[in-house]
């Protein structure tokens, strides 16, 4: 919480919260390193964001579909 008072004193932004579903998450599920794995994380967040997903629960849930439809070779 400090930080958060320090951030606002020196008018800086907050930093967003903690990520639901991380890289980590997304290579158990068989996703590589790279620019795929980074778009799947922005997807789940911007899903968070928008209150579509409100758990750990639900954004695995969304990261296994997206894994789902993931295909090495595109």
């Not at 980074?38 to 758990?55: C, K, N, P, Q, Y």
Request: proline fraction near 11%; aromatic fraction near 2%; hydrophobic fraction near 40%.
């Amino acid at each position: 919480e400090a930080d958060v008072a320090h951030r606002c004193r020196d008018g800086l932004p907050p930093l967003p919260p903690p990520r639901l579903v991380t890289g980590r998450d997304l290579i158990a599920l068989g996703v590589p390193a790279g620019p795929t794995r980074g778009g799947m994380l922005e997807v789940i967040d911007d899903r968070v964001a928008a209150g579509e997903l409100t758990s750990r629960d639900e954004a695995l849930a969304a990261a296994r579909e997206l894994a789902a439809g993931y295909d090495p070779r595109d």
